[in-house]
């Protein structure tokens, strides 16, 4: 079994969300069940459809069908240990995570309606589709956590592993590009603001005259996840919700409801349900600006005069960006832009770099700050941003010295591949596994996985 490959990430082949949103359902072809481990089973299909999408995706070196099942039967094997060793996720962290990726997919399609009309069924459905399988995701994941846990790398073992690799073998990375950005989110103004307070406002007179807040929460509400059951939250430890909407709803007693609270995700009327030592139960009606609609003249006003004061030496990128930015991913970091691949300020820069980005820095030199762009942020809020070119790194064949942080990220991955290829040798012998002769000559279960 040799999952240390140079190519491989880790050792549990996930799809992307898109895709395992689409797969799960429209549902699987029960053409022929090929591995069985204990309870779990494994089709001939999904050996075939990660396949496909290995190679409608262009990436080099594609994974032979035999080392994608071997990934599948790791995976269910880790789930019939975690049944054994009573590993478990709980069901509110399967909903937090589902509608969490709910919501990127909302961003992702446009809208709700987006998204029913591209999978042919309502949210309600999809999720139920999704929920066992993201069950299961998760699972595996915290049975993989539970696994490598421990395995740390030493300069000493990158060092080793670099070494190791052939010369020839060392790969060619593209050119790569460090930025960072200051993020201005645009703001409602006073009639939009007050437009969404006063239909809150109706909403809570409804309900003081008998309505339901459910009822009303599931028709109009715009959180996504919570409004489809009725703006139930669930239990929320505290210091977990964003400080106005904790503030207003530790304040209230339970089944009384807030006025009107702005947070940075909207505005919220909030109904307290039950209080449980340090944690809290409520529900919410959720309504956000039109972003659209936001006018971006203040923020882009803010922008130029701080990229001014940056250009006159006044105050530095970094400084300047933990004290403005609104865009808490990069705040912290001095507004320095992750490479999610790699977790480093090093992106590759090439077609698949974010096309607004590329394009923007294409005609920028190092060393520069660009002028005010509308920028739409992940969550899909209008705003404006600068972008700081901080450096450019030519094209390379890999070097500890310029690509150590990439290189260590390989090791480690190598490094846990290999526990987790010590921790199945044992575990097999735990659980019952068939596998169907057709996949026999992969050799899955004697630690030497064939090409086919």
């Known amino acids: 079994?040799?999952?240390?490959?140079?190519?491989?990430?880790?050792?549990?082949?996930?799809?992307?969300?898109?895709?395992?949103?689409?797969?799960?359902?429209?549902?699987?072809?029960?053409d022929k069940i090929i591995v069985k481990v204990d309870n779990h089973y494994i089709l001939k299909s999904e050996v075939e459809q990660q396949y496909q999408q290995y190679l409608s995706s262009g990436q080099a070196n594609t994974p032979t069908r035999c080392q994608?099942?071997?990934?599948?039967?790791?995976?269910?094997?880790?789930?019939?240990?975690?049944?054994?060793?009573?590993?478990?996720?709980?069901?509110?962290?399967v909903e937090m995570e589902l509608n969490s990726r709910m919501d990127q997919m909302e961003t992702q399609y446009g809208s709700t309606k987006n998204i029913v009309e591209a999978f042919g069924k309502s949210i309600v459905n999809l999720k139920d589709d999704l929920r066992t399988s993201l069950k299961e995701q998760l699972t595996g994941r915290k049975m993989q956590d539970k696994i490598t846990g421990?395995?740390?790398?030493?300069?000493?073992?990158?060092?080793?592993?670099?070494?190791?690799?052939?010369?020839?073998?060392?790969?060619?990375?593209?050119?790569?590009?460090?930025?960072?950005?200051?993020?201005?989110?645009?703001?409602?103004?006073?009639?939009?603001?007050?437009?969404?307070?006063?239909?809150?406002?109706?909403?809570?007179?409804?309900?003081?005259?008998?309505?339901?807040?459910?009822?009303?929460?599931?028709?109009?509400?715009?959180?996504?996840g919570s409004g489809k059951r009725g703006g139930d939250l669930g239990f929320s430890k505290r210091g977990q919700m964003v400080a106005?909407?904790?503030?207003?709803?530790?304040?209230?007693?339970?089944?009384?409801?807030?006025?009107?609270?702005?947070s940075e995700f909207g505005f919220h009327l909030i109904q307290l349900l039950e209080i449980r030592g340090q944690e809290y139960h409520a529900?919410?009606?959720?309504?956000?600006?039109?972003?659209?609609?936001?006018?971006?003249?203040?923020?882009?006003?803010?922008?130029?005069?701080?990229?001014?004061?940056?250009?006159?030496?006044?105050?530095?990128?970094?400084?300047?960006?933990?004290?403005f930015s609104e865009d808490k991913p990069t705040q912290d970091a001095g507004g320095m832009l992750i490479d999610p691949g790699t977790r480093t300020a090093r992106m590759p820069f090439d077609s698949?770099?974010?096309?607004?980005?590329?394009?923007?820095?294409?005609?920028?030199?190092?060393?520069?700050?660009?002028?005010?762009?509308?920028?739409?942020?992940?969550?899909?809020?209008s705003a404006v941003r600068v972008l700081y070119f901080k450096a450019k790194h030519p094209p390379h064949?890999?070097?500890?010295?310029?690509?150590?942080q990439k290189i260590a990220a390989i090791a480690l991955t190598r490094k846990k591949n290999q526990a987790v290829e010590k921790w199945f040798m044992k575990?097999?012998?735990?659980v019952f596994i068939f596998i169907d002769d057709e996949f026999k000559d992969c050799n899955l279960l004697t630690g030497s996985v064939t090409g086919e």
């Open 1 to 30: 079994m040799k999952l240390n490959r140079w190519i491989f990430g880790g050792v549990m082949l996930m799809l992307s969300w898109a895709t395992f949103a689409q797969e799960a359902s429209k549902g699987t072809l029960l």
């Open 68 to 93: 994608l099942l071997e990934g599948l039967v790791i995976n269910k094997l880790m789930l019939a240990k975690a049944e054994i060793d009573s590993v478990i996720v709980e069901d509110k962290r």
């Open 244 to 262: 106005p909407f904790e503030a207003a709803a530790l304040k209230l007693k339970p089944g009384v409801m807030s006025d009107v609270v702005e």
């Open 427 to 430: 575990a097999k012998d735990d």
């Open 150 to 224: 421990d395995v740390k790398i030493t300069p000493k073992e990158v060092a080793a592993f670099f070494a190791a690799i052939p010369t020839d073998s060392l790969p060619y990375l593209p050119s790569e590009v460090e930025v960072g950005h200051i993020v201005r989110l645009a703001q409602p103004n006073k009639n939009q603001k007050e437009e969404l307070i006063s239909k809150l406002l109706d909403y809570r007179k409804r309900i003081e005259k008998g309505e339901s807040f459910e009822e009303l929460a599931k028709l109009y509400s715009e959180d996504l």
């Open 283 to 323: 529900r919410h009606i959720l309504l956000r600006p039109d972003y659209q609609k936001l006018d971006l003249t203040e923020p882009t006003k803010f922008l130029d005069s701080i990229r001014v004061l940056i250009q006159r030496d006044s105050i530095k990128f970094d400084r300047a960006a933990r004290e």
């Open 397 to 404: 064949f890999a070097n500890l010295k310029d690509d150590y």
């Open 352 to 381: 698949g770099m974010e096309p607004g980005l590329y394009f923007s820095l294409d005609s920028m030199k190092v060393g520069t700050i660009s002028t005010p762009i509308p920028y739409r942020t992940e969550d899909g809020r």
